[in-house]
């Protein structure tokens, strides 16, 4: 099946900043995993309703009672930095 | 706005609602406002690799609760989605919501605007996790101008209901009548304390107008950022003006997100790059479907309390009541239950709403307290409309009384006891202090005599003022009357 990709608009969802050579290749590359994947479709029978969950499971349930959080410090150990006891990231509006 | 003009305005809501369970939505970890930032927080809330988030049964009950009572339908089976986007309030980059089959679809919800009931309908009720809180540095405070942020993920994962209602608002007042209700529906329930000034209850209105009759919407503009009904009510007032300017000038409206700038008072335009997002919404691989035991949903209607609607109905048919009053008595659990208490410990329905929607809400105004948060119990209520009933103490010494309970929280009996506020009906103890203020006013006595009868109330303030509000004033009306009449 073929499958048309715009591989700026995939970059840009995904923040990958590509080069030219990169989306020339993953533009090629891309429809073949898509592809692969669609062969679900031919063995889909009529008497298999779609379905996102392999095991058959529903209702999967926690009691709300209170856990261990994580020490702080464990907590703010994978921060890229930390101010005030937050996390400090990079600024959030993207400027062109 | 005028409602016979060309153009009709088309207003949906889009409300956020964080529930009150104890635990977040996904993890055990604490669900509670105002903590230091980053410990309430662990391995599922902070997205590490290879958690796995599992669904609070309370959340989803809370969520059926709400869905029942705006009568909608429990789906059988609805899914969590996840929602992706590049924002770093949540650390997972995705957040885990619902999509397109939600766990309640299609209720209503009747308001009253005018004296008149408008049922808005509402498209569905989701849930989803809420996202962290963000601190932008920097002089200002705005985002464009901040050059770094900080995330306190304290609130990231907090169960959160989204309740979208139809385009069937058609002013800022309905929406204003619409959100009220809501908020009293949500209490009573049970399910989230409702704050909007702590963000447990926020709102996103998207706003168009059309010519009126017309089967098309006009171009719909959402706006964020209004933390009180009275923003959302002056938000809409505001972005309806613009919007039928536009169109009057015949100036081109586009479809946009608007920020209302509450101390300004006007809704700006955010930039496009900020709200372009693409969701690339999935079926969240982590958590099975949702399939309601049927049982259970019946077990959750069973135990639904009665909503503030109903509540009004029966306070204006059993008590007989004004609208005005039902409105301020049934418009919250909380005083509803304090009016109902206190009849049923024997106060005069009538003069317990009167004494409450005055006396006590003019109390509570004056010192910044919910009913919750004073000293005053049902039981002084019960005391104070008995005893003022007997004449045991005057509607002043009540007041007195009310007062003396509000800021200490004594008995009411103790207080007119303490206070000597049992009304003095001794006629000849009454008699003296009448001679006497008739000796220190013979201006107004005279007046009184050559007809000017109204100044009658004059000397009865006085003689209460004498006897510190004591004085049974219908008595020393009377005595007042018959010295005066007899020349004495």
Sequence with gaps: ?96 | MASNDAHETVIGLECHVELSTATKMFCGCPNEFGAPPNTHVCEVCLGHPGSLPVPNRKAVEYAIRIGLALGCEIAPRSLFHRKNYFYPDMPKNYQISQYDLPLCVGGHLDVEVDGRTRRIGITRVHLEEDTGKTVHPGTTGRIAEAEYALEDYNRAGVPLVEIVSEPDVRSAEEARAYLTELRATLLALGVSDVRMEEGSLRCDANVSVRSRGAAELGTKVEIKNMNSIRSVERALLFEEERQRRALAEGTPLVQETRHWDEDAGRTLPLRSKEYAFDYRYFPEPDIPPLEPDPAWIEEIRASLPELPAERRARFAEAFDLPPAQVRVLAGSTEWADFFEEAVRLGADPRAAANWMTQDLAGLLNQHRVELSGSKVTPAHLADLVRLVGEGTISSAGGKAALEEAFAKGASVEQIVEERGLRQVSDVAALGAIVDEVLAENPGPAEQFRSGKEGVIGFLVGQVMRRSGGAANPKLAQDLLRERLLTGG
């Design chain 1, 1 to 96: 099946m073929p499958v048309e990709i715009d591989i700026e608009h995939v970059a840009r969802l995904a923040r990958l900043a590509l080069t030219g050579e990169e989306k020339e290749r993953l533009s090629r590359q891309l429809p073949d995993i898509l592809s692969h994947a669609a062969k679900v479709g031919e063995v889909a029978a009529e008497d298999v309703p779609p379905t996102a969950y392999a095991v058959p499971r529903s209702n999967v349930f926690r009691a709300d009672e209170p856990d261990e959080c994580l020490p702080h410090d464990a907590a703010m150990a994978g921060a890229p930095e930390v101010e005030d006891h937050r996390f400090r990231v990079p600024r959030i509006v993207e400027m062109e």
